[in-house]
T-cell receptor, first 113, second 114 residues
Framework: DAGVTQSPTHLIKTRGQQVTLRCSPK?????VSWYQQALGQGPQFIFQ???????QRGNFPDRFSGHQFPNYSSELNVNALLLGDSALYLC????????????FGPGTRLTVL | AQSVTQLGSHVSVSEGALVLLRCNYS??????LFWYVQYPNQGLQLLLK??????LVKGINGFEAEFKKSETSFHLTKPSAHMSDAAEYFC????????????FGTGTQLKVEL
């Protein structure tokens, strides 16, 4: 049983560019959450998708947007990249929308130059 | 607002010694509490969770944590450290009825020395 997978593993972009990160949830899971983990910090909640809709959102600007597809996979898009967006982006999946254990993927390391 | 404080960004112990990683939370309602471990270049793995059942929670790899409401603490312990325990540990809180959003502490890097 494959766990949560994320692509790409690493990504280098320049300021002002746009980036799309992808996540496939664990089999049987229908809810996807995204977190940003800056160097030396704990993960910060960006948003959560369930039934193809954004259900909860953390304190992130509108430059951060997402999407969930009918097969439950998800994308995180970041526009107008800033140096401060450099971080490890973690995807977590769970079952049933809320209040169930989240399983984390290995993350995508984004570097903005 | 809920938050989590982890005391000590770096903890070093000898192999075979007690591991104690500290976590205090602030929440206006009884929370769910979690400990996650992160190995280099990997995602987070759940060690254990408190969901208002038993206050002493046992997790994987010999770790356990005790929920103390009076101290608003949820410290992680392991009686005997192993070299393979070297990793970063995160305490997290989730509000009951507040969806699935986790709020993490800043993490504690555990070093295990021979």
């Amino acid at each position: 049983d494959a766990g949560v997978t994320q692509s790409p593993t690493h990504l280098i972009k320049t300021r002002g560019q746009q980036v799309t990160l992808r996540c496939s949830p664990k089999s049987g899971h229908d809810t996807v959450s995204w977190y940003q983990q800056a160097l030396g910090q704990g993960p910060q909640f960006i948003f959560q998708y369930y039934e193809e809709e954004e259900r909860q959102r953390g304190n992130f600007p509108d430059r951060f947007s997402g999407h969930q597809f009918p097969n439950y996979s998800s994308e995180l898009n970041v526009n107008a990249l800033l140096l401060g967006d450099s971080a490890l982006y973690l995807c977590a999946s769970s079952r049933g929308g809320a209040n169930n254990e989240q399983f984390f993927g290995p993350g995508t390391r984004l570097t903005v130059l | 607002a809920q938050s989590v404080t982890q005391l000590g960004s770096h903890v070093s112990v000898s192999e075979g010694a007690l591991v104690l990683l500290r976590c205090n939370y602030s929440s206006s309602v009884p929370p769910y509490l979690f400990w996650y471990v992160q190995y280099p270049n990997q995602g987070l793995q759940l060690l254990l969770k408190y969901t208002s059942a038993a206050t002493l929670v046992k997790g994987i790899n010999g770790f356990e944590a005790e929920f103390k409401k009076s101290e608003t603490s949820f410290h992680l312990t392991k009686p005997s450290a192993h070299m393979s325990d070297a990793a970063e540990y995160f305490c997290a809180v989730r509000l009951t009825g507040g969806g699935n959003k986790l709020t993490f502490g800043t993490g504690t890097q555990l070093k295990v020395e021979l």
